[in-house]
């Protein structure tokens, strides 16, 4: 039978059990850095896969912050736009009520001029509202971009390229659309204003009815896409029934060409002209008025049929018809007109705040995804480089064990000399 014997060195002793040392003692220094920092990756080299995800995750977290940022500017602007528009319907109420007291019977030339007056102050604050800035000085109804000011003083027509931009999925419009709110179309709205001819024989309180439009669409358009003007002239003669009269009419247009329904001439139905007229007008197609008054034979009046470029030109008609208006039935001709077309204008004001309000509610479903979308992002980017504290703990206790062991067995290397035992 045969022994072999291995020999080992006591120097391949020490350096086996100093590396085994320092092995552990850097061991245990990472998972002390692990428990102080709370990471479980805190260097790319640890896990190059974990630090790329929450790399990823922290730029789509960013992203989300930038985003979120310049959405709480734009439901700042909006807020502030739809704001402006409540102001204006309630300036537009109040112009509404003076109207209508302009209608009253009561009422003198004087009084009327004072409120023609009245409505043109609330004119003046209503165009400073329609051309009011946010904090930028970016005005709130500028739609797809204007001047510094969107409504012109003069007029009040529009300077700029109407229009409602769209936003986006993690934004909304930081400007309202001033013209659908403030202007009218044709044939959208089919607004126009009636003016009576200053040689009717006012006396007789000859004169037309408000203009309300029976189907928008089929007002007509000339070649530029403005609706045409018309001129109603107006001869009242005697009727085919003993004691009876009728209105003997033409429709021209300006420009030339618009189409009419029948032909010129037209004569209306036998009337008691005893009693207030009310002779239909039914030649122009969209449109619809009255003839009224208590006309004599051979009476004649002109009517001018222009369509109102928007609220405040209606406002401007109803401020000279009022003021102008030199008796009672003049007076309620003005404010049966300023009225349809007041409420037109409030009709559009209402639309586009309602638009406002549907902005408002958009942007808050926003803030309630990206906040989602956040927290989950931030969960990704923990689950990838955070440390699991419980299990961080014990892995730190573990090692803690085997580094004590690891310097226990290396003091008692330390004593494995031959020469401790010979002495």
Excluded: C, W
């Amino acid at each position: 039978m045969s022994y072999s014997t291995n020999r080992v060195a006591t120097a391949n002793m020490y350096e086996n059990a100093t590396r085994n040392l320092m092995t552990r003692q850097t061991s245990l220094a990472n998972l002390q850095d692990n428990l102080t920092s709370g990471k479980r990756v805190e260097r790319a080299s640890d896990d190059p896969v974990a630090a790329a995800q929450a790399e990823r995750a922290m730029t789509r977290i960013s992203r989300i912050q930038t985003d979120q940022r310049a959405l709480d500017a734009q439901r700042s602007a909006v807020a502030q736009a739809e704001s402006s528009l409540g102001d204006a319907v309630d300036l537009m109420q109040q112009m509404r009520e003076l109207v209508v007291s302009a209608g009253s019977g009561t009422f003198t030339n004087s009084d009327r001029v004072t409120v023609a007056n009245q409505l043109q102050g609330l004119r003046t604050q209503l165009l400073d509202v329609a051309n009011r800035k946010d904090t930028n000085g970016v005005p709130l109804l500028s739609a797809l971009g204007s001047a510094a000011t969107p409504f012109l003083n003069a007029m009040g027509q529009f300077d700029g390229l109407a229009g409602q931009t769209t936003g986006s999925s993690v934004g909304i419009p930081s400007a309202l659309d001033g013209d659908a709110a403030f202007m009218f179309q044709p044939q959208r709205d089919g607004v126009f204003n009636a003016s009576v001819d200053t040689a009717t024989p006012a006396t007789h309180g000859l004169g037309s009815s408000a203009v309300t439009s029976t189907n928008p669409t089929q007002i007509a358009l000339d070649p530029s896409g403005n609706a045409f003007q018309y001129q109603i002239n107006v001869t009242y003669i005697a009727g085919t029934a003993p004691n009876t009269l009728a209105a003997q009419y033409s429709v021209t247009s300006t420009p030339a060409g618009a189409p009419l329904n029948g032909t010129n001439p037209f004569t209306s139905a036998d009337f008691n002209p005893s009693q207030p007229a009310s002779v239909p007008v039914t030649a122009i197609p969209g449109l619809s008025l009255n003839l009224t008054g208590q006309p004599q034979v051979g009476d004649t009046v002109q009517l001018t049929l222009k369509p109102s470029n928007g609220i405040f030109d209606t406002i401007d008609s109803a401020i000279h018809d009022i003021g102008t208006a030199g008796s009672s039935s003049a007076a309620s001709q003005a404010v049966g007109q300023a009225l349809a077309n007041i409420d037109s204008g409030l009709a559009r004001l209402q639309t586009v705040r309602s638009y406002a309000g549907d902005l408002l509610n958009r942007a808050d479903n926003i803030s309630g995804n990206q906040q989602k979308r956040s927290v989950q992002l931030e969960a990704d980017r923990s689950n990838a480089v955070d440390l699991d504290m419980i299990k961080g703990v014990s892995d730190f206790q573990n090692q803690q064990v085997g580094y004590d062991a690891a310097l226990k067995s290396y003091s008692m290397v330390q004593k494995l000399s031959l020469f401790n035992y010979i002495s």
